[in-house]
């Protein structure tokens, strides 16, 4: 119950991420928003996202992978998304032991397991039940959906992890979402021709419009955060973009109520050359020279979102 989004940009320097920060509790499935942030820091260099349905999941897949990451020197975005990868498969694989097979073949069957009979050979005289078990289990969805988004030597980086432990490089794409808004999230991507070669300013414009349009999905909150990998660091959007980027966006949405055409990729594009511009214009608001703060630290002599950060 939740949406999370990342685009690649710049040309591959950045990554702009956006994220709801609401909370479902599953034992009465209410949805609640709170201050927490859903943005986690793995290395000082990348972002962890989520969407799932129990987060004792979501930790148990992120804390088999920690350890690991603290013995490297050096961690490649690619390594991370493999780890994160593995972890979910363990976690997968831990459930369909304790929830299902457990359950249906009982202590005899954890016996002969311990003692190193494996499921097809204990089955083997009974190939029915062998047959439900394995649709069971290739039916079980742990529902936990992961994105590992970050920089390394050789760039941006975006990947994808999900059903069934499965690893997607999205980076020729540039840009994905996750969670109930996802499908929202991703159209409006579309429909702005984002791309990795699109510049921040436009792409911050992009992704936060993303995140606005998917909160129509049952679930999603109105909170947003954003934040910016690139090669100085994690750096999050503070709430004067955030607000600037909110009035740039109900511009554009009146605008599209009372367009007189239909081309929505024609509009999207005089807006997008509007911030690439820089236009003088005081009717249009502009992303201001703001002071990103980066976790953790003070937002005092650092370049704003206008520069480099």
């Given at each position: 119950?939740?949406?999370?989004?990342?685009?690649?940009?710049?040309?591959?320097?950045?990554?702009?991420?956006?994220?709801?920060?609401?909370?479902?509790?599953?034992?009465?499935?209410?949805?609640?928003?709170?201050?927490?942030?859903?943005?986690?820091?793995?290395?000082?260099?990348?972002?962890?996202?989520?969407?799932?349905?129990?987060?004792?999941?979501?930790?148990?897949?992120?804390?088999?992978?920690?350890?690991?990451?603290?013995?490297?020197?050096?961690?490649?975005?690619?390594?991370?998304?493999?780890?994160?990868?593995?972890?979910?498969?363990?976690?997968?694989l831990q459930q369909l032991d304790e929830l299902l097979i457990v359950p249906s073949l009982g202590p005899d069957y954890v016996r002969m397991r311990d003692n190193g009979v494996s499921l097809p050979d204990y089955l083997k005289n009974q190939p029915s039940t062998y047959e439900r078990i394995v649709l069971q289990m290739s039916?079980?969805?742990?529902?936990?959906?992961l994105l590992v988004a970050g920089i390394d030597r050789l760039g941006a980086h975006l990947f994808r992890v999900n059903h069934p432990g499965v690893s997607q490089n999205i980076e020729q794409l540039g840009y994905t979402a996750i969670g109930v808004g996802k499908f929202h999230a991703a159209t409006r991507l579309q429909v702005a021709a984002q791309t990795q070669f699109t510049d921040l300013n436009a792409t911050l414009l992009n992704v936060y419009s993303a995140k606005r349009a998917s909160e129509v999905a049952p679930g999603v909150g109105v909170k947003t955060e954003m934040a910016i990998i690139?090669?100085?660091?994690?750096?999050?959007?503070?709430?004067?973009?955030?607000?600037?980027?909110?009035?740039?966006?109900?511009?554009?949405?009146?605008?599209?109520?009372?367009?007189?055409?239909?081309?929505?990729?024609?509009?999207?594009e005089m807006d997008f050359?509007?911030?690439?511009?820089?236009?003088?214009?005081?009717?249009?608001?502009?992303?201001?020279?703001?002071?990103?703060v980066q976790r953790g630290s003070s937002a005092k002599n650092q370049p704003g979102l206008g520069q480099a950060p």
């Open positions: 119950m939740t949406v999370a989004i990342a685009a690649i940009c710049d040309s591959g320097k950045c990554v702009v991420i956006a994220s709801d920060q609401m909370h479902t509790d599953m034992r009465t499935l209410v949805n609640f928003e709170t201050q927490a942030s859903k943005l986690e820091q793995i290395t000082p260099m990348s972002l962890l996202l989520s969407a799932c349905d129990n987060t004792s999941t979501l930790r148990a897949i992120v804390n088999s992978v920690k350890p690991r990451i603290r013995e490297l020197h050096e961690t490649p975005i690619v390594r991370l998304a493999e780890m994160m990868r593995d972890g979910y498969r363990m976690v997968h039916q079980h969805n742990i529902g936990v959906e690139n090669a100085n660091g994690i750096w999050l959007s503070p709430a004067a973009v955030l607000d600037e980027l909110g009035a740039l966006y109900e511009k554009m949405e009146k605008r599209i109520e009372n367009a007189d055409f239909a081309n929505l990729q024609e509009l999207y050359k509007v911030v690439q511009s820089q236009t003088q214009d005081p009717s249009i608001p502009r992303i201001p020279e703001a002071e990103p």
